[in-house]
């Protein structure tokens, strides 16, 4: 079984419309949590960090639920540059170490 | 926030020959730097774990003496690919810990996409 693993979609939606997926990860000790984003053949970049009352960054919302190991990501009012790979991201313990998912596509269309 | 290089961007190199990456942090010292693999349509994996002054650890499945790292200074971590493969074409990335970040924040290079042939 994968560490982490997300749903690759990918997520074709129009500009303005909410989007949201999830991902689940196996091991219970994980400490933290984060979403990156991906462009097309660069690398990943924080888009943000994932609190267990979860937590909100403009347009973006992620939630945690450590019981049932999933967290989730919300994409507000999707504008065209949103369009990117979304990495579902879990650091191990406390030795500093990622482990990340496959990744979700989203695609926004005008 | 932090910056982290790489260097080359892009290689093409024949099957047999070695390639040699390079990481730096640019505006912070990092003790620890992680070395990423990632294929088409897949995820990030992880090879192994630079340490400055010390060796290399690597995670399972990755052999040691193909991926040579060396992690000389707080700044610079380099990856050897040795006697590349067709099957060792990848995109490979670096990523620096901020030892003095609160959040232990990992900072990524840019990825080095290696194309043997």
């Known amino acids: 079984r994968k560490e982490v693993e997300q749903d690759p979609g990918p997520f074709n939606v129009p500009e303005g419309a909410t989007v949201a997926f999830n991902c689940t990860y196996s091991?219970?000790?994980?400490?933290?949590f984060f979403w990156y984003r991906q462009d097309c053949r660069k690398e990943p970049k924080l888009l943000m960090s994932?609190?267990?009352s979860g937590n909100e960054d403009g347009r973006f919302t992620a939630q945690l639920n450590r019981a049932s190991q999933y967290i989730s990501l919300l994409i507000r009012d999707s504008k065209l540059s949103d369009s990117a790979t979304y990495l579902c991201?879990?650091?191990?313990?406390?030795?500093?170490?990622?482990?990340f998912g496959a990744g979700t596509t989203v695609t926004v269309r005008a | 926030g932090a910056v982290v290089s790489q260097h080359p961007s892009r290689v093409i190199c024949k099957s047999g020959t070695s390639v040699k990456i390079e990481c730096r942090s640019l505006?912070?010292?990092?003790?620890?730097m992680f070395w990423y693999r990632q294929f088409p349509k897949q995820s990030l994996m992880l090879m192994a774990t630079s340490n400055e002054g010390s060796k290399a650890t690597y995670e399972q499945g990755v052999e040691k003496d193909k991926f040579l790292i060396n992690h000389a200074s707080l700044t610079l971590s380099t990856l050897t690919v040795t006697s590349a493969h067709p099957e060792d074409s990848s995109f490979y990335i670096c990523?620096?810990?901020?030892?003095?970040?609160?959040?232990?924040?990992?900072?990524f290079g840019p990825g080095t996409r290696l194309t043997v042939l």
């Open positions: 091991n219970s000790a994980s400490q933290s």
């Open positions: 994932v609190y267990s």
């Open positions: 505006d912070f010292q990092a003790t620890t």
């Open positions: 990523s620096a810990r901020d030892q003095r970040e609160r959040f232990n924040e990992q900072f």
């Open positions: 991201v879990v650091r191990r313990s406390n030795d500093y170490k990622l482990s």
